[in-house]
């Protein structure tokens, strides 16, 4: 079985970072946009990995409806700038609250 990203360390750069990565749903799926090309233009999910996936650890007093603590990496690629990136997705992160006090979001 082929690792994902061949093995090599992944992390999302600056182009994905503070708030610069956004998408939106059609029906019930998620889409991203790529943050360098205009008029929403779609991101295409290459491949992920589920780096956590277990019982709860963290944040149990936060979030006393959780039933797993889960991380979630996608790497992802633009088909029109070639953007090659990285975005994680995890219920371990910001546990409540609104986007505008969180770390790093000046645009929120
Ligand atoms: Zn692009």
Known sequence: MKLFNDGKPFHGSAAVSGGKLTGTTDTDYFYFFCPKCADTQMLQILNYIMTKDGPVEKYKEQRPKA??????????????????????????????????????????
Do not use: M, Q, Y
């Open 67 to 108: 039933r797993r603590d889960f991380l979630i990496a996608f790497e992802l690629w633009c088909p029109t700038c070639e953007l090659h990136d990285f975005v994680k997705l995890s219920n371990t992160g910001w546990v409540g609250g609104k986007l505008k006090d969180t770390i790093g979001l000046p645009n929120a």
